[in-house]
């Protein structure tokens, strides 16, 4: 039922997009960033799988021409993926610091001195 | 590996890229500790930066001859894993003229603001580490235009953004910066995950990752996936290139970031953004010759270039101003490539490449200022052409240069575009790409407009009190300025000669996708097309300037025997004689000076409620812009699914 | 061969100097002021002054002191009249006057629009850097002005582009040269049915262009203190007031240019009279008698005419130039 | 040649700035009188200039208030050489009704050289023209001195 899983992935893709549009709070705008990736890292690994098929780890005797394993490069992606998702959020959450110190306030609808 | 093979120019793309993010290594591993140096906080690490970004810079341009001149398509297998069953399995660098014609635009602008940010960042903590950021960046948007792997595309994405939103911020104190780090961070992360889900689901057909492969397969084997893919990828670069309905965040960052930061911000993302749409839609998917893609880009191009100079005639900040500018431009680049003509292809990238000059030198300038009276509001500035005559007469030649003034390079560039789309519009018998016509020409216009606000409110006019003690920049801001106004006088005199070597190789390439699969080892079919650059119009601006120099001197010898320059002036002493004071009706002793935002009252009044739909529409809340993505994600979907 | 470059040069500097170039321009601008003065007056049941007024006026202003203000900034203050006055000389020489078009090859009808903006931009920036609070809003309704008259000048000349571009076959045309031999072979443009509105919108833009009555809110002597040229005294201003001639010579010859070519006989003197008797008609019909009869408009007011009953003409005769009408 | 042309040019070609200083409106209405198609004074090539830069003779009107008088003396001394200044009704030449009075301070010929009056109380439109005619004639003697 690998098909679940491509719906799965976009759930909770659209569900991060819904709560980065509908939520007013500068964490909760992140929490959405986050999720969003997941989808995505949900997404990628599932591209990679192969029912029935075994870890991509091999010697150089075992590989025969009826090996059967998982796509290895989507784990790889995935890897890089999930690395670069945690570098956003760190980044994000630090931001949202600082914009708490300097605003006061973590309401999106306050933080709009740019605008026009 | 010997010496000889070393300096193989095959080798050059990759050293271009390493030695950047090399740099920031190094840099980073030298400590914060600042130097002692007050004109120079960081040291010795701002000059590894300048050399890295220098060395940069030569490595892509002694690749002007076998790329450009000779044609050649250097195609670069990491660790030599080239092709293993027609599969391509290594990573790799495919550097054509259109990669390299970008490469070299980003190289320019990355060293020219390297040398301007050794005296601009003197005032600011924490230094050393811009640097390390400086060179991110740098690599980042190298790295993207030269990379022949779409994944690899989608790190250098990340790295860049990570790299843009750090820096951003990096003067935490400046009003707004940590506002517009936030909201280019969430959309940003918006485009980098639509960017990824795109390239996974290409993956998922197609099992590569190499763009020449992708170019091979794709087309004829569209599915609703791969246009699924297609509206994530696309949106994804133009969040990227900050067009339409992107550009409220381009004017956050641009604001809030240092003026040095901006110029990669303005001149150096955003072609990032171009060039991933271009080889998205005439390399990988191969869409341009159907109408319906040609109109998108067309009307997202138009659309961008009059909302956001109309956004921009309303602004009071200097900085602000400068940035929907930028996407102004950006929006002329992106109406000329979608034309899909060869003209139209070597007008855009004839832009883009003018538009990296002058709007970095207009940035540069707008720094200058900062750097010396600590603001950007042009209601508080004012004549300060009598305290900084150089950086005026630069600030001139860049804003003559966007707004089109011959002989200056953005008339020989929106030339060309107004040609492109004329001629677009009689071949195709479609009166709408008149109309594009109609509207960069307008838009022209009003951008002249936002700049005349800009000199008078800024450097003409009256001098407010607080700015008696200001003095000219120092000279190494002046050199990177003056580098950048060479250019743009050189590019917009030599319009032919430019063309020749630059733009049309890389407008070559882009027509040419079979050349670009087959570099890579990969079979294609695509016939060589035939590529004509003609011209309908006709324009010397050497010849113009010549008549106009004999003019001027028959003026000049006219004026100097009448003693025009004989004139009553207050002498150094003389405070107090009315002659020499303004007329101000006959009151005595007042300031006042014409600026800011309503100058041009006139236009505004009768356009008032598109400018009050446009300010309520623009609401600054990250939540608003956040949805205006999601609905172009929705919108592209929708439209993909029905034209491709 | 030396002799035959050197006698092409001297022929080139004498068209630049005098016939089509500054000899010209000045005589002929200057008397085209003269006579609208005349002219208003006349309309006006007033004697008017001499027509040699504009003429009187120049070289008064030039023998008077010129003051630069301690708050202006004295280069650009003082070279500003004079590049504007070269750039215009320069437009001049690019528009063919019938049969001749030694300059004509060298810039289109697009790039004249864009260099028109040179005179304009050279005026602008002096005013601004006269410092003057008076010179800053005259300065912003001369930009707004050239905004207002951009639009419909693009939609003509866009129209003009295609009709001629249809008559050749091409599509296309924006070279001024092929436009002035076309008009001589087939006569002028004027004959086409989509040219007529395309040259009644071009003759509405002339005294907005020009910025007369009652298009010249920029100068606006009653209420903004001649705006523009608040500051300016002595010979600057006389080169001012010349380039303001220059700039209604260049304009209603471009009219002439555009839609009543053809006419000429070949001799060069011959057709500048002729060319310069058009350009009297032109000046007299679409300066003089609107300044007569008008009062002068808001700024929102020139920038409303000329974007809705302006371009409304000029677009109706593009869309009937596009469809070969 | 030129010296001759540009003196000539000077005497036809006179611009004038009005300064109300303080003046009840009768003398300016005049002075607008002598510009309709009645008295045309256009025709001798006199113009009313916006901005005391561009003028060649500055008319004053008006019984010179305390109010006025630095900005009357300011706007003078911005025309530039050669000029002429007129005064026109009585006002500015002896403070007329007004003499007296705390807050006037005509004559204005106490504080600046005036070359010609233009005395009424309003002066007919005929006196006016005559008065700047003759203005132009010292303009053109001024212009040749230098």
Same mark, same amino acid.
């Given at each position: 039922m690998i098909q679940f899983n491509y719906v799965c992935a976009f759930f909770l893709i659209v569900l991060g997009f819904y709560t980065i549009v509908t939520k007013y709070n500068l964490v909760k705008t992140v929490i959405g960033m986050s999720i969003m990736d997941y989808g995505v890292n949900l997404l990628i690994i599932s591209i990679g799988y192969t029912p029935g098929g075994t870890a991509p780890i091999f010697t150089k005797g075992e590989l025969t021409q009826a090996s059967y394993f998982v796509d290895p490069i989507p784990q790889a992606l995935t890897l890089t993926s999930i690395v670069i998702g945690a570098c956003v959020t760190a980044m994000s959450m630090s931001l949202v610091m600082r914009l708490h110190e300097s605003y006061g306030t973590l309401d999106t609808r306050e933080i709009r001195r740019l605008r026009g | 590996m010997n010496l000889a093979n070393m300096t193989d120019y095959h080798h050059f793309p990759i050293y271009s890229v390493m030695v950047l993010f090399l740099g920031a290594f190094i840099i980073a591993a030298c400590g914060s500790k600042p130097s002692k140096d007050p004109k120079n906080p960081a040291g010795f690490r701002a000059w590894i930066a300048l050399c890295a970004t220098a060395l940069s810079l030569f490595f892509l341009g002694s690749l002007v001859k076998p790329v450009m001149l000779e044609g050649e398509i250097i195609s670069y297998w990491m660790g030599s894993r080239a092709i293993a069953g027609g599969y391509a399995i290594g990573i790799a660098m495919e550097v054509d003229a259109l990669s390299l014609f970008f490469a070299l635009l980003i190289a320019t602008a990355v060293f020219v603001s390297a040398i301007y940010s050794i005296r601009y960042m003197v005032h600011d903590e924490c230094v050393p580490q811009y640097y390390v950021l400086y060179c991110m960046l740098a690599g980042g948007v190298l790295g993207l235009v030269l990379s022949g792997d779409i994944f690899n595309m989608f790190i250098m994405v990340e790295i860049l953004t990570f790299a843009a939103v750090a820096l951003t911020s990096f003067r935490t104190k400046v009003y707004g910066a940590l506002e517009a780090a936030f909201k280019y961070l969430v959309v940003g992360c918006m485009g980098s995950t639509a960017i990824l889900t795109g390239v996974i689901m290409l993956y998922a057909q197609y099992h590569t990752l190499n763009l020449a492969q992708l170019a091979n397969l794709i087309p004829g084997t569209m599915n609703n996936a791969t246009k699924l893919a297609f509206a994530f990828l696309y949106i994804g670069f133009s969040t990227k290139a900050f067009i339409v309905p992107f550009h409220p965040l381009a004017a956050d960052a641009h604001g809030a970031a240092p003026a040095s930061i901006s110029v990669l911000i303005s001149g150096v993302l955003t072609k990032s953004g171009i060039y991933g749409i271009i080889r998205l839609t005439y390399f990988l998917f191969q869409t341009m010759n159907l109408g319906s893609m040609q109109f998108m880009l067309v009307f997202i191009g138009s659309i961008s270039m009059f909302v956001c100079v109309t956004m921009a005639l309303a602004q009071h900040d200097f900085k602000r101003l400068l940035a929907y500018h930028s996407i102004s431009q950006i929006g002329y680049v992106l109406a000329a490539v979608g034309l899909s003509t060869s003209l139209g292809i070597s007008a855009g990238l004839y832009h883009a490449m003018n538009h990296t000059l002058f709007k970095g030198l207009l940035f540069l300038a707008a720094g200058a200022v900062l750097h010396e009276t600590g603001t950007t509001d042009l209601g508080k500035l004012g004549g300060l052409s009598k305290k900084m005559p150089h950086t005026t007469v630069l600030f001139l030649i860049g804003a003559f240069s966007i707004s089109g003034v011959p002989p200056f390079n953005g008339f020989a560039s929106k030339w060309m575009i107004y040609q492109a789309t004329y001629q677009k519009a009689v071949e195709s018998n479609n009166i709408g790409f008149l109309l594009v016509t109609v509207i960069a020409l307008v838009t022209s216009t009003l951008t002249l407009a936002s700049f005349v606000k800009v000199s008078q409110s800024v450097f003409f006019g009256q001098m407010p009190k607080e700015y008696e003690n200001v003095k000219e920049v120092p000279f190494g801001m002046r050199l990177a300025m003056g580098i950048l106004a060479c250019l743009c006088i050189v590019t917009g005199l030599f319009p032919k000669t430019v063309t020749g070597v630059l733009t049309e190789p890389a407008a070559r390439a882009v027509a040419n996708v079979g050349e670009y699969i087959t570099a890579m080892g990969f079979k294609s079919n695509l016939p060589a097309p035939n590529v004509t650059f003609a011209q309908v119009g006709v324009w010397e601006p050497i010849n113009w300037l010549l008549i106009l120099c004999i003019a001027l001197l028959a003026l000049t010898i006219v004026a100097v025997a009448g003693k025009y320059d004989r004139v009553s002036e207050r002498t150094e !002493? !003389? @405070?107090?004689? @009315?002659?020499y004071q303004l007329f101000y009706g006959g009151e005595k002793n007042v300031y006042s000076q014409v600026g800011g935002g309503d100058l041009f009252w006139g236009f505004k009044h009768n356009w008032r409620h598109y400018f009050d739909f446009m300010h309520n529409l623009h609401s600054g809340i990250v939540n608003d812009y956040a949805l205006w993505a999601v609905v172009a994600l929705a919108l592209a979907i929708v439209y993909m699914m029905i034209v491709l | 061969m030396t002799a035959n470059i050197f006698l092409n040069g001297l022929q080139y500097l004498g068209y630049i100097l005098i016939f089509p170039g500054f000899l010209f321009c000045f005589l002929c601008g200057m008397l085209l002021v003269g006579i609208d003065r005349k002219l208003v007056a006349r309309m006006q049941k007033r004697v008017g002054p001499p027509i040699l007024q504009p003429f009187y006026d120049f070289f008064k202003l030039c023998g008077k002191e010129t003051i630069v203000p301690a708050a202006a900034e004295r280069t650009t203050f003082l070279v500003a009249p004079i590049v504007g006055l070269a750039a215009l000389v320069v437009i001049q020489l690019f528009i063919p006057i019938h049969g001749f078009t030694a300059f004509s090859g060298m810039a289109d009808i697009i790039v004249i629009l864009y260099l028109l903006l040179i005179p304009a931009l050279a005026a602008i920036l002096g005013a601004a850097a006269s410092g003057s609070p008076y010179a800053g809003i005259g300065l912003s309704r001369e930009m707004v002005t050239i905004i207002a008259c951009e639009l419909p000048l693009v939609l003509v000349l866009l129209a003009v582009a295609k009709t001629v571009g249809n008559a050749l076959g091409t599509g296309l045309c924006f070279s001024m040269s092929e436009i002035a031999e076309y008009q001589l072979q087939n006569g002028s443009l004027i004959t086409k049915l989509s040219m007529i509105p395309a040259a009644i919108a071009f003759a509405m833009v002339i005294p907005g262009e020009t910025g007369s009555h009652p298009f010249d809110t920029a100068e606006a002597e009653t209420e903004i203190c001649e705006g523009m040229h608040a500051e300016y005294s002595g010979a600057p201003l006389a080169v001012f007031k010349l380039s303001h001639a220059v700039k209604v010579l260049t304009l209603t010859s471009l009219f002439v240019a555009l839609f009543f070519g053809g006419i000429g006989t070949g001799i060069i003197a011959f057709d500048g009279v002729i060319v310069f008797a058009l350009c009297v008609v032109a000046t007299a019909l679409f300066i003089s008698f609107v300044h007569a009869v008008t009062a002068r408009l808001k700024i929102e007011q020139v920038f409303k005419y000329y974007w809705t009953v302006v371009s409304g003409l000029a677009l109706v005769s593009l869309v009937l130039a596009w469809y070969g009408m | 040649m030129f010296k001759k042309l540009i003196a000539e040019s000077t005497a036809k070609s006179p611009w004038l700035f009005h300064i109300n200083s303080g003046s009840c409106n009768g003398c300016d209405i005049e002075l607008v009188a002598v510009l309709t198609p009645r008295y045309d004074v256009e025709r001798l090539g006199f113009k009313l200039a916006g901005s005391p830069r561009q003028a060649d003779i500055v008319v004053v009107t008006g019984p010179v208030t305390r109010q006025s008088l630095d900005r009357v003396l300011s706007a003078i001394s911005q025309v530039p050489e050669p000029r002429c200044i007129v005064t026109m009704g009585s006002c500015p030449q002896s403070g007329n009704v007004f003499k007296g009075s705390y807050s006037v301070c005509a004559p204005l010929s106490k504080y600046v050289h005036v070359d010609v009056d233009i005395a009424g109380c309003a002066p007919k439109p005929e006196a006016i023209m005559d008065g700047l005619v003759k203005a132009t004639e010292i303009l053109k003697q001024k212009r040749g001195q230098k």
């Open positions: - | !002493d !003389d @405070t107090v004689d @009315t002659k | - | -």
